[in-house]
Antibody
Framework: QVQLKESGPGLVQPSQTLSLTCTVS????????VSWVRQPPGKGLEWMGV???????AYNSLLKSRLSISRDISKSQVFLKMNSLQTEDTATYYC???????WGQGVMVTVSS | DVVMTQTPPSLSVAIGQSVSISCKSS???????????LHWLLQSSGRSPKRLIY???NLDSGVPDRFSGTGSQKDFTLKISRVEAKDLGVYYC?????????FGAGTKLELK
């Protein structure tokens, strides 16, 4: 069955780089695109970016200068890297399959020294 | 960016009642292929969002027909008939017609 699972550090220091992995199963990254969405505590959802089936990417303009999304098809993994983290980047980070049909469980990331 | 305005921000409901949630977009959500990529999601407490309805009115697999979606262009509504306890949580509308994708601020459905 279709599954997505995020993994990564729960705590990141300010100004450091966040690296997250979304491991998918039950579908191919060449058939469905994957988006990253984040949710600050108690707040709503923010689309961050997407990696398309062909490997190209698109980013939220507010994050574009800090964000990079890539993938490893052979490992069925999508990667998120975001630099210069600040406290306002504290959030639960989700990966989701195209059309938001399936979501991962999310990973809570706290930015704090 | 397309702004999604959801109302009301919260709803108190008794089990068995019906409720409606409105979602209005700042631009038409009709894509060049003629389809409208407006979806409804439910996030139950402590859980990931789950899509209930896609492209305005299509129920995802396993979603009871107590849920219905209507609307066009810039004005959309989610209706829940005969609310059950498992329907409680935060409902979001989401558009994937335009980039960046955007979400409504959410409507919290809670028990009266």
């Amino acid at each position: 069955q279709v599954q997505l699972k995020e993994s990564g550090p729960g705590l990141v220091q300010p100004s450091q780089t966040l690296s997250l992995t979304c491991t998918v199963s039950g579908f191919s990254l060449t058939s469905y695109h994957v988006s990253w969405v984040r949710q600050p505590p108690g707040k709503g959802l923010e689309w961050m970016g997407v990696i398309w089936t062909g490997g190209s990417t698109a980013y939220n303009s507010l994050l574009k200068s800090r964000l990079s999304i890539s993938r490893d098809i052979s490992k069925s993994q999508v990667f998120l890297k975001m630099n210069s983290l600040q406290t306002e980047d504290t959030a639960t980070y989700y990966c989701a399959r195209s059309g938001y049909t399936y979501w991962g469980q999310g990973v809570m990331v706290t930015v704090s020294s | 960016d397309v702004v999604m305005t959801q109302t009301p921000p919260s709803l108190s409901v008794a089990i068995g009642q019906s409720v409606s949630i409105s979602c209005k977009s700042s631009q038409s959500l009709v894509y060049s292929d003629g389809k409208t990529y407006l979806h409804w999601l439910l996030q139950s407490s402590g859980r990931s969002p789950k899509r209930l309805i896609y492209q305005v009115s299509n129920l995802d697999s396993g979603v009871p027909d107590r849920f219905s979606g209507t609307g066009s262009q810039k004005d959309f509504t989610l209706k829940i008939s005969r609310v059950e306890a498992k329907d409680l949580g935060v409902y979001y509308c989401a558009q994937t017609t335009h980039f960046p994708n955007t979400f409504g601020a959410g409507t919290k459905l809670e028990l009266k």
